[in-house]
């Protein structure tokens, strides 16, 4: 039994001398990590009132627009990095807030360009003028004219503006008819600023010549139409200084009508109609030629700008654009696209202003 008991120990010994040692080593030092700097989150800019929509397909600046059968339509401008840089465009495309998609459509059949017109008349939209920067033809202007229907998504050529070539002007729609006035006749001389104004009948095809514009001539201005009127203001007369003044066409008596000033001075807006009032978005202003970041309202009942929101903005450092398209469809307004640096930008919003 002694001798048993001598080996059962022996044994024990032997396997707990050759078990691995269990215990938990001395974790080696952490080293510390090397400071990464932080790159800020620019974040959406979007104030009271504005939703974000689906980008538009890329950067645009100088483009038209125009509503038709509960959709937005927007095509031309210029799609590059520089103005002067072989950019401009003939695309069409089409915007339907029921689906918040983008569809291709037929290009415009005229050469690319930008800063040309467009309006609305009986479910047909009409598309012409504008200019082309490029450097291979520097300065052309145009007077061509189409008709786009959105139902068959061709496009026929209907009859050259009355006036000469044009490069930024206003149009707007009273009634049944388009007019269309002011710009510059050479897109490279401020000198050749007009004041001229013509009007469109659809149903005839023809051109009338109107009563000018009151006030200097110019180009850059905005418009838009309430309640039977047309309003144009603001723009850069031939010494390139910005201007406030703004008045009110009435077709009926061809007269025009001084109104109240914008209340800054200011070129490259885009005005447009919500309801009873007039928007006017946008722009460059002032001497510096600072870009503007304001909405502001005009109520002609009692002849009253009055701010109504900053513009919303993809990037909260580049909340203002110069030439955006802006236009309403039922009771809501679509701004966005237009200039800021670079390219331009692409980011589109509804808006209700509150």
Known sequence: MKALLMSTLALSLLVSCSSPDNSTPTPAPTPTPTPVPVTPTVTAYIPDGWKALSAFTGPRVCAVAA??????????????????????????????????KWTKKADFPGVGRANAISFAIGGKIYVGLGSNYD?????????DFYQYDPATDKWTEKSSFKGSGR???????????????TGNTDPFSAATVTSDFYEYDPVTDKWTTKAQVAG??????????LNGKGYLGAGEDQTVAKLRDFYEYDPTNDKWTQKADFPDAN???????FGAVGMVAGGRTGNSNSISNTVYQYNPADNTWAKKSDLASEDDTKKGRFYPIALTLKSKAYIGLGGFSGPGQKDFYEYVPK
């Open 167 to 181: 490069d930024q002007p206003v149009s707007f729609v009273i009634g049944n008819k388009g007019y269309v006035g």
């Open 267 to 273: 070129a490259r807006a885009r005005g447009f109609d």
């Open 135 to 143: 450097a291979n033809t520097k300065g052309a202007t145009y007077v």
């Open 67 to 100: 509503t038709a059968d509960d959709k937005l339509y927007v095509g031309l401008g210029y799609n590059g990095p520089s103005s002067h840089n072989n950019s401009v465009t003939n695309d069409w495309n089409e915007y339907d807030p029921a689906t918040a």
């Open 216 to 225: 200097t001539a110019r180009c850059r201005a905005f418009g838009f139409a």
